[in-house]
């Protein structure tokens, strides 16, 4: 399975682009990447998701290399209630069953 | 529409007990996941229910179980309890497994003395 690293915390200053990596070095051609983040005292928010290509919502961007040994999730103008814990997870589906593998997760703080 | 709801969402055991903890999933997903986060080991996937069938296992002791129901209820059960098993406990729900999007509940916090 594969397995995901990230940074554990990183500073961000509100306006700005915050730019979260994280390695799934691993990873195979079945597997999605997911990024969660998690506000302190509630559960996980889903953030967004990708395979191949990079990827865009209202909360942010994914960016996924070609290899897709690494991706970079882009909050584009941080705010201080982006401040949480981000999760890069790698999702596998085989025969209809998936597996899940959590990083450690990236403390982001956005400061004023 | 009602968000995950989970209970109790605080709860105090001592060592060799049992705990049931119960996640009532958004109305129409049939999908529920449990999560153990502690400090230590971060955010650890359970186990995952879809139409009263365990789908999928993480890498628990048996002491770990659940169950679903017919109403897509989902309860968990912790047997034997050890000081290591207080954490937050989190379900989320989807409508299918490990949808696009889970959504998750606000968790129960399990101390153990």
């Known amino acids: 399975d594969a397995k995901t690293t990230q940074p554990p915390s990183m500073d961000c200053a509100e306006g700005r682009a915050a730019n979260l990596p994280c390695n799934h070095s691993?990873?195979?051609?079945?597997?999605?990447v997911y990024w969660y983040r998690q506000i302190h005292s509630q559960g996980p928010q889903y953030i967004i998701h990708g395979l191949k290509n990079n990827e865009t919502n209202e909360m942010a961007s994914l960016i996924i290399t070609e290899d897709r040994k690494s991706s970079t999730l882009i909050l584009p103008h941080a705010t201080l209630r982006d401040t949480a814990v981000y999760y890069c997870i790698v999702r596998v589906v085989t025969g209809g069953d998936y597996k899940l593998s959590f990083g450690a997760g990236t403390t982001v703080t956005v400061r004023a | 529409k009602a968000g995950v709801t989970q209970t109790p969402r605080y709860l105090i055991k001592t060592r060799g007990q049992q705990v049931t903890l119960s996640c009532s999933p958004i109305?129409?997903?049939?999908?529920v996941s449990w999560y153990q986060q502690t400090p230590g080991q971060g955010l650890q996937f359970l186990f995952e229910?879809?139409?009263?069938?365990?789908?999928n296992k993480g890498n628990f002791p048996g002491r770990f179980s659940g169950r679903q129901f017919s109403n897509s209820r989902s309860e968990m059960n912790v047997s034997t309890l050890e000081l290591g098993d207080s954490a937050l406990y989190l379900c989320?729900?989807?409508?299918?497994?490990?949808?696009?999007?889970?959504?998750f509940g606000p968790g129960t916090r399990l101390t153990v003395l």
């Open positions: 691993t990873i195979s051609g079945n597997e999605y």
């Open positions: 989320a729900s989807s409508p299918y497994p490990f949808d696009t999007e889970q959504f």
């Open positions: 229910y879809f139409s009263e069938t365990q789908r």
């Open positions: 109305s129409g997903h049939r999908s």
